[in-house]
Nanobody, 124 residues
Framework: QVQLVESGGGLVQAGGSLRLSCAAS????????MGWFRQAPGREREFVAA????????YYADSVKGRFIISRDNAKNTVNLQMNSLKPEDTAGYYC?????????????????WGQGTQVTVSS
């Protein structure tokens, strides 16, 4: 089984940046698209961004489009999320996961092997 570990979260002021990383325990994840989700207290887990196997094709939630950039380095078994122009509403636990679909899903049920999450807090 593949284990995913997120890192890079922290406390930043609005307008600041953070770079999150997701490290996989095995190269098997290179055969799958990858996604980032986030979940605030009392909220449903929501889609943030995903990247296909080629490391070029990406898609984003409207709320982060133009501010966040997802990338992957299959040689390093990592997926990253560069978060710029952060807003207080971006505050949440951020999770990476392996896509189980081949159709560009945004649904939680179509992803698996969830990491433990890393907390991002944005102050005003």
């Amino acid at each position: 089984q593949v284990q995913l570990v997120e890192s890079g979260g922290g406390l930043v002021q609005a307008g600041g940046s953070l770079r999150l990383s997701c490290a996989a325990s095995a190269r098997t994840f290179n055969n799958f698209a990858m996604g980032w989700f986030r979940q605030a207290p009392g909220r449903e887990r929501e889609f943030v961004a995903a990247i296909f196997l080629n490391g070029i094709s990406t898609y984003y939630a409207d709320s982060v489009k133009g501010r966040f950039i997802i990338s992957r380095d299959n040689a390093k078994n990592t997926v990253n999320l560069q978060m710029n122009s952060l807003k207080p509403e971006d505050t949440a636990g951020y999770y990476c996961a392996i896509s189980l679909s081949n159709w560009g899903s945004r649904q939680t049920r179509d992803f698996g092997s969830w990491g433990q999450g890393t907390q991002v807090t944005v102050s005003s």
